[in-house]
């Protein structure tokens, strides 16, 4: 798939202020469902026009594989994993990497994480989706959550169950203790593409505005009066050569309000926009209506 020169600048740019040059994303493209640019500075300034009620960062730890490690054995491997993991991707759109590259076959990258260093929020949310019983949104659910193995031979084939949700009578629904996992004994594995979905839920607890953060209506991808904007602002990569998986990614979300200075700076060019394309709509108007003239007037020569 080829990227546009107008995206991969833009992602060559953001790469260089993140401190190096993603070659990957002029080598392999994005994907497709990638539409996400960094929303503000990243050099802790404010979005410009916009007002910051409050911010919130976390860096989580992680595991980064590829593919081809689902053939070999655990920590630096996902041998226990392989089926489950092999079914579950194979089955959707691969979101991408943190920059929305897709390295292709067994080169794709998948994160794992110990399911509880998984806020609250995103555990909830995760579930949700697992509950959902639509084809459409089993190919959008994109965080598979698995069991670890109990001994080397144990083979994971399935993903968690969710926990059951309340009957329509509102009444708790049954359930059999002894299928319960806890979460200590739970993983989830996902394309770091996918976290974009969902990021202001991973910093939301705790913070100043975590109500807001939480509302994922108010999420945007570009800053707009009483929104919330979030970005992956760093991540590591494992040091593979040495058989290492661990890394960390940082995540900053913001509650933004649009200020005075800044609506009157907005309203200013769309006007300038509208009126930009009123003028484009005349000229073309005006160009057809002469072409028309212009045949009119070739034809009525061509009769005499």
């Known amino acids: 798939m080829k990227i546009s020169a107008t995206l991969f600048f833009i992602s060559l740019y953001d790469s260089v202020l993140g401190g190096g040059i993603n070659w990957d994303v002029y080598e ?26 409050c911010r919130a960062e976390t860096t989580f730890h992680a595991r980064m594989h590829k593919l081809k490690d689902l053939a070999f054995k655990a920590p630096s491997g996902l041998r226990p994993w392989h089926d489950v993991i092999e079914d579950f ?20 990258e998948i994160i794992v994480m110990e399911y509880t260093d998984v806020p609250t929020p995103v555990r909830d949310w995760i579930e949700e989706q697992q509950n959902d019983p639509s084809e459409t949104n089993d190919k959008k659910w994109l965080f598979a959550v698995l069991r670890k193995p109990k001994d080397e031979e144990d083979k994971i084939t399935e993903t968690v169950k969710p926990r059951p949700t309340a009957s329509p009578d509102g009444q708790p629904a049954s359930v059999d203790s002894g299928s319960i996992i806890p979460d200590k004994d739970k993983i989830v594995v996902f394309a770091a593409g996918a976290l974009y979905e969902i990021l202001p839920l991973w910093v939301a607890r705790g913070s100043r505005c975590e109500r807001e953060l939480n509302n994922l209506a108010k999420y945007r991808p570009s800053a707009v009066d009483h929104s919330v904007l979030a970005w992956i602002m760093d991540h590591t990569k494992p040091n593979r050569e040495f058989g290492k998986r661990d890394m960390t990614f940082k995540v900053e979300a913001m509650a ?35 072409a028309k003239k212009d045949m009119e007037e070739g034809r009525i020569k061509d009769e005499l």
């Open 89 to 108: 991707m194979g089955h959707r759109d691969y979101p991408g990497t943190f920059d929305g590259v897709d390295h292709k076959g067994n080169e794709r």
């Open 256 to 290: 933004v309000t649009e200020t005075e200075d800044g609506r009157k700076a907005r309203l200013m060019w769309e006007k300038m926009h509208r009126a930009i394309k009123r003028n484009d709509r005349r000229i073309k108007k005006e160009e057809r209506e002469r």
């Open 28 to 53: 392999y493209g994005v994907v497709d469902s990638f539409r996400w640019s960094r929303p503000f500075p990243d050099d802790g300034t404010d979005p410009g026009g916009f007002h910051v009620n």
